[in-house]
């Protein structure tokens, strides 16, 4: 068997955070009862004229320019012909011939993913399918909501890169707060375009497109799944078909949807009803400098500036509430690598105990800096620290001040002063408390003999050494 | 470019509408008379002209992102042919069916 080559390109619709729909003045808040958040507009009824949402073109350009797009200056609007309920004017509003953004990438890997565009369009309706009756029933509010369509080109060689290239894509864009991002509630929805060809082969064999696809996880195992359906056909000396398959993630497998000979010619045309844009070099340049830092910026700088690794780093920046709620905490406690760690730790664990996804994270900053000074101050130990952190997290406790002294976590005396002593020894020998991690017991009594010194006499060393040992342990 | 009755019945496709043979034979008639202007229009030198996607010299009519209240729903639904629980009712489609 010869040796195959998947290629994958990706077309990933986001949802963006307007409050008002793209042509009309409906609200896009999710939910909402069935067809309340309708207007003649939206439901394409006759004489209704369209009038574009400046904060979409707006929020549109910002995910250009940080997928390092170019922004067409004069981009037009098309009408894109299909027949179908969730559709009520029979055509959605697109861009085919001048999208506003072009010839952008986003890096994997070391590797750039080439974006081939970025444009504009309206959401669809909603359909739910009565199985008892033969009638769909149609629910427009999410009908005329904003979306951006981003298509790769076909750059992707693997399921771990095409993972990679959404989470990356994701990430940018929940950072510029363009998006939710969220794919599960379908605000981040991804088609997988996938063929394969003999290793080496320099021609696109023939295409299969997926959707249905609803999470990070998912996608990786739709482009393995059909890679491995699209090789077999070959081997069997079947013809692969051009078609649309929905992915089943309960099944781990795809099927087909249909395929492209009902194919439609979606004549499309320039939307008469909207003005083109005019956007000047100095309106571009604008926004390209009100852009905030990007996760790709972060990367670099985190190493760097807070000495974290590669891989806090990737985690930290590729979540907006993450990054924003470490670089305050680290800023109004002046301990970066502990902020870091208890992320990483406690505030993640915490949060998949809870089954909360990090968006939903309700810890201020100010709460986590707090417990993470008192600790280093030797005033709580890590258990009571932890114990605040969870009372906060959980809306128990507001104030972590208040909960320590009505919980009492606060050590008396002779233990706050050991705990502090120990932290300040560990903090001024880090290679002791490396050597000793690793293994080198000696290291113990370098420690110990510092700790000694610090303490000159005035408390228990016993107690001295069980919280040496008890920090050490922690890691 | 000559029109058809072939070109007739495959726009009569997308445009989900059914043509009888006559009917065919007389759209073909006045879609070729349409068709046929344009081939009128493309014999003007055009090239002094600038390319432009809109017939009127206007560009960035947007509005603010501001909510307005929207229609009462069941006069916003009042003319489909079909509705229930406050949805329209369609007829039934296979799931998935739609395009972008
Ligand atoms: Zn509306």
Redesign the interface.
Known sequence: MPLYETVVGLEI?VELA???KVF????TAFGG????????VC?GLPGALP???????EYAVRAGLALNCSITK?A?FDR????????PK?F?I?QL??PLCVDGWVEVSGKRIRIREIHM?ED?GK????PW????????NRCGAPLI?IVTQPDIRSAEEAVEAVRKIRAALSMLGVSDCKMQEGSLRVDVNLSVRPMGSDELGTRAEM??INSLRSIGRAVTAETARQIEQIELGKPIIQQ?R?WDDSKGASSA??SKEDA????YF?E?D??????SDEWIAERRAALPELPEQKRKRYPVEFGLSAYDTDILVSEKALCELFERTAALCGRPKDAANWIMGEVLAALKDRGEPPDQLRLPPEALARIITLQSDGVVNRNGARRALTAVMSGEAEDVDGYVTANQLAMVGDESALAGIVRQVMESDADSVAAYRAGKEKAFGRLMGQAMKALRGKGDPGRLKELLTEALGEG | MKLTDDITLRVAK?S?IRLTEPETAAMTRDLGAIVGYFDILNELDTAGVEP?????P??????????????D?DE??ANAP?R?????????????????
């Not at chain 1, 009038?51 to 073109?57: D, G, I, T």
């Not at chain 1, 439609?264 to 004549?267: A, C, E, G």
């Not at chain 2, 229930?84 to 972008?100: N, Q």
Request: with cysteine; proline share 6%.
């Open positions: 619709h307007t409050a008002s009309c003045g409906c609200s009862g069935q067809n309340t958040r309708a207007c003649p439901m009038a574009l949402n400046r904060q979409a073109v004069n037009v894109k012909h299909y027949f179908y309920p969730d559709l029979a959605q697109s011939y001048l369009e669809a359909l739910s399918h009565d009756t033969d009638v769909s029933l149609v629910d427009f369509e959707k249905n649309t929905r949807m249909r439609l010619d979606y004549r320039p008469p909207l003005a083109p844009l005019s956007l | 997308l989900g432009r996607a809109h017939i009127l206007l560009v960035n009519r947007w509005r603010e992102d501001v909510v307005t209240p929207s229609s729903r916003l639904i079909a229930r629980d406050g949805y329209v009712a369609a007829p039934k489609t296979f799931e998935g069916g739609g395009s972008s």
